[in-house]
Every structure is written in structure tokens, then in C-alpha cells.
């Protein structure tokens, strides 16, 4: 990016400032100055943003292995994920595949960049975020939860299927994902297909329905092969 001292001082919210200098050498001095303050400003930002996504670990895509055991819907799937276009389009990620594949460095990943780049972020076990939602339903502040998202525009829902809910948890899920519906994008990941939901949400139209929704502006992956954690822990004990 180009900056000028007139951007500089719009970004810092100096707009008089510019009208005051008149010296070239002191306004050259003065843009070095500001510069270091905006990219300062904008560090403590992505920073801000990083903590607030609370992730778990620090997963980025510059580590991540696009393994030929990852299934992807066409050849653009990898160029739209990284460059986070999908998120510009309120489309959302699906991530199918045995535990230990890489769903939720992938995610996490993706997430972090969106961070980077400014962008609202969440990250939640869906076992947990479920939990939350109980909690607020039977305090009477479940309106309150849910605008703790009103500016959140990438959600990610982690482990999917892991452990089944009740009936009002898969209820006030279903509602939570429903209000985000092309409004926000969602990455999720699940070790179950789509066929075996029912084992977590219990209510087949229920279950039918939030299938629905989140496939509808979807890139679903399929992750296949080893688990690289089992594959690491075995190696390890060789030596």
C-alpha cells in the first residue's frame, strides 16, 4: 500500500493535520512517524482479533499440506479457500474426514488469515458452543449470545458429531446456524457424512433441513488417508 500523509492522517483521524505543514523535509518526517503508527495500529488489531477468534493452537496455511488424500469439488476449490473469497460471498466449508487428517488445521488455518486480514473470526468446539447455548436458554439471554456474532463474519464450528446433543441443543443450534444463513460464512468439521447426522441432531427433519442450509453456497472437502497424529506417534517410537 501507497501511503500519503493526507491517507495516514485520515486513517489516524488527523485530517486538519495536513493543512498545517507546509515544509517538505517536516512532512516527509512527519509520514515516516505516522506510517510507523498505522501499521502499529493495525498489528494490535489483527492481534485484538486473534485473541477474540480464540483458537486452538496456532495453525496457519503456510504449514498446512494440501495432501492428495484432501478431495477437492474442482481445481479453483484450493484458490477460492486461500484467498478467502468465500468469505466475501457468505459461502461456507465443509470438511468431512477421519480424525487426524488436517480439518482443523485447515480450518484454523484459514481462520488466522482471516484475522490477518482484518476479518471478524470465531472458533468453537460445537460440543462446547452447544453448551453455551443451553446455558444462555435457561438464563433468558439467549438473544444476548447471540449478538455476541453480529460482527463475526467467519464462524468456525469444530468436531461436528463428536458427541450427540439433545433435542434443545440440536434445536437452539439449528437456530443459531439458520440466523447466519448467507449472512455470515461457516467452516465446519465433521468426522461423520452427511447421512449419519441424524446420530447427532436425533430429528431427521431437523437434521435434513440444517444440511440444507449449509450446503447450499457450500466447497465441501473430503479428508481420507492416515491420521497424521497416529502416523507421528508411531514414528516416534521407532527410535
Not at 501511503?3 to 516527509?28: A, F, G, I, M, W
Not at 494490535?44 to 477474540?52: A, D, G, N
Not at 468469505?87 to 468431512?96: G, M, R
Not at 436458554?137 to 438473544?143: A, F, G, R, S
Request: aromatic letters at 10%; glycine letters at 4%; a neutral charge.
Amino acid at each position: 500500500m501507497i501511503y500519503t500523509l493526507e491517507t495516514v492522517c485520515k486513517e489516524l483521524r488527523l485530517n486538519s493535520l495536513p493543512s498545517l505543514v507546509d515544509d517538505p523535509k517536516q512532512e516527509e518526517w512527519l509520514l515516516k512517524l505516522l506510517i510507523n503508527e498505522v501499521e502499529a495500529k493495525e498489528e494490535r488489531k489483527i492481534q485484538r482479533l486473534i485473541k477474540q477468534a480464540k483458537f486452538i493452537g496456532h495453525k496457519t496455511l503456510d504449514s498446512f499440506e494440501w495432501h492428495q488424500d484432501i478431495r477437492l469439488q474442482d481445481s479453483q476449490t484450493r484458490e477460492i479457500l486461500t484467498s478467502l473469497d468465500f468469505i466475501k460471498e457468505n459461502q461456507n466449508i465443509v470438511c468431512i474426514g477421519a480424525p487426524g487428517t488436517g480439518k482443523t488445521h485447515l480450518a484454523s488455518a484459514l481462520g488466522y488469515k482471516a484475522c490477518q486480514q482484518g476479518i471478524e473470526t470465531r472458533f468453537w468446539r460445537v460440543s462446547d458452543l452447544v453448551l453455551e447455548l443451553e446455558r444462555a436458554w435457561k438464563n433468558n439471554q439467549l438473544e444476548r449470545f447471540k449478538k455476541r456474532f453480529n460482527r463475526v463474519q467467519l464462524v468456525i464450528l469444530d468436531e461436528m458429531g463428536y458427541v450427540p446433543f439433545n433435542k434443545n441443543g440440536s434445536e437452539l443450534l439449528f437456530q443459531l446456524i439458520s440466523d447466519w444463513y448467507e449472512t455470515k460464512s461457516v467452516v465446519i468439521t465433521s468426522n461423520l457424512e452427511f447421512s449419519s447426522w441424524n446420530k447427532v441432531f436425533i430429528d431427521p427433519r431437523l437434521t435434513s433441513a440444517l444440511v440444507d442450509r449449509l450446503i447450499h453456497h457450500a466447497h465441501i472437502l473430503t479428508f481420507t488417508g492416515e491420521s497424521f497424529r497416529l502416523k507421528n506417534a508411531l514414528s516416534k517410537t521407532e527410535y
